[in-house]
């Protein structure tokens, strides 16, 4: 699932092209790092990247980056993880009623792929049972911006436990208490058979199950897209698989898994997974830091940074925003954004480089009656979209 628009590590993620694309951690966007992750043809089928129509591009450069096929299926319209989620079981079902599907979010961070893979195996056991599995998560700190789950019994002698509760975002003194009474972490990754999960999202959420597969049955294939059928897929609620589904079924299971997972649900979170220098910095691009301690800095490759005499902050520079937030208020970095929006700044949902089917252009410059920018074409685009001239594709795809 890649679909979602975060905000929450702006200015390098925004609506035009949020964090799951973005080159943060690791080799490659965390969306190309899942796609690694279940490229192995003896463990995993062909993926299904559900996406939202403004990331179709970025998403087919990055599977081509990787080497990977998929097929990529577009939403019309944003409609939280319920929806998608049916979606991808109900194009599994047509492969096979009984396949066993993993559902992933692109945005997450895994550093341990052996302990993921060893994970799925576990899983699908419990999913081939007719169990919807969870991946949870042995927590290392009280964190209050996670929902917790209360596993109880083994399920058939197996690594997977029957889910006795989902419990909301803690507060501080809940969230301690939590670590003691051995609750896990929810991920928000699944394992399920196609068939079960339709089966019993039918029975809690029929209009999301039902418009999932009407979307699905009148799709339609735009070059090397899935379209679902807009006015079906627009029936469907807006709500998260979680609400619509894992808080309400008797048939949730969880699998523990220790693979260093992270949602990287904030600039705080960045400064944790990445690498320290002896004050505790962490620098990237052309930046440096004097006299000061734990802090994040990122840099544009335009843009010179230097922090002087500051502790526990984060500062992100682009070419045309800068943030400066301390670490123990990096959540708030969305509300910054909203307030960007209600000034109709371009800068709180667009990146200057926007991608296109045959390339991408990057703004250079722009006035009242003027607009610069560079224009970049991938080799053999021009041949594939010939009866679309660039001028047009630049104003109005």
């Not at 599994?92 to 799925?120: G, K, M, T, W």
């Not at 109880?152 to 501080?172: H, M, S, T, W």
Request: overall charge neutral; aromatic content about 8%.
């Amino acid at each position: 699932m890649c679909g979602g628009a975060g905000t929450r590590l702006w200015p390098m993620s925004r609506e035009s092209m949020p964090k799951q694309f973005v080159s943060l951690i690791g080799e490659g966007s965390t969306f190309q790092q899942v796609v690694r992750r279940v490229s192995e043809p003896a463990m995993f089928g062909r993926p299904i990247v559900i996406t939202h129509s403004d990331f179709r591009f970025a998403v087919a450069e990055q599977l081509q980056d990787c080497g990977v096929e998929a097929d990529i299926v577009l939403e019309p319209v944003r409609r939280d993880s319920g929806a998608a989620v049916a979606v991808a079981a109900a194009l599994a079902a047509e492969r096979n009623p009984q396949a066993i599907v993993v559902v992933l979010a692109s945005d997450h961070f895994i550093q341990d792929p052996q302990a993921f893979h060893q994970a799925c195996k576990h899983a699908a056991v419990a999913a081939a049972d007719g169990r919807i599995v969870t991946f949870g998560i042995p927590p290392t700190h009280p964190a209050t911006n996670y929902g917790y789950i209360r596993a109880g019994r083994k399920l058939n002698g197996g690594a997977a436990l029957a889910v006795e509760a989902f419990v909301e975002k803690p507060d501080a003194d809940q969230a301690a208490s939590y670590l003691k009474q051995d609750y896990l972490w929810n991920s928000g990754n699944f394992v399920f058979r196609a068939d079960v999960l339709l089966e019993e999202l039918g029975k809690f959420e029929p209009e999301i199950a039902a418009a999932a597969k009407e979307a699905v049955a009148a799709r339609t294939r735009d070059l090397d897209f899935i379209r679902l059928d807009p006015e079906s897929f627009a029936k469907a609620p807006k709500k998260s698989i979680d609400y619509a589904l894992m808080e309400r079924t008797t048939l949730a299971a969880v699998v523990p898994a220790e693979m260093s997972w992270s949602d990287i649900g904030s600039w705080n979170a960045v400064w944790e997974l990445l690498d320290h220098d002896p004050a505790g910095n962490v620098l990237k691009g052309p930046s440096i830091a004097v006299d000061s301690t734990n802090c994040l800095v990122l840099a544009d490759d335009s843009v010179v940074t230097a922090v002087v005499g500051l502790k526990d902050v984060v500062v992100v520079s682009k070419e045309d925003a800068v943030i400066v937030v301390a670490r123990d208020q990096a959540e708030q970095v969305k509300a910054a954004v909203d307030q960007l929006k209600s000034q109709n700044r371009r800068e709180a949902i667009e990146h200057r480089r926007i991608f296109r089917p045959w390339g991408y252009y990057h703004s250079v410059d722009s006035g009242s009656r003027y607009q610069v920018k560079r224009i970049v074409v991938k080799p053999g685009a021009l041949s594939r979209y010939r009866s679309i001239s660039i001028a047009r594709s630049i104003g109005s795809w």
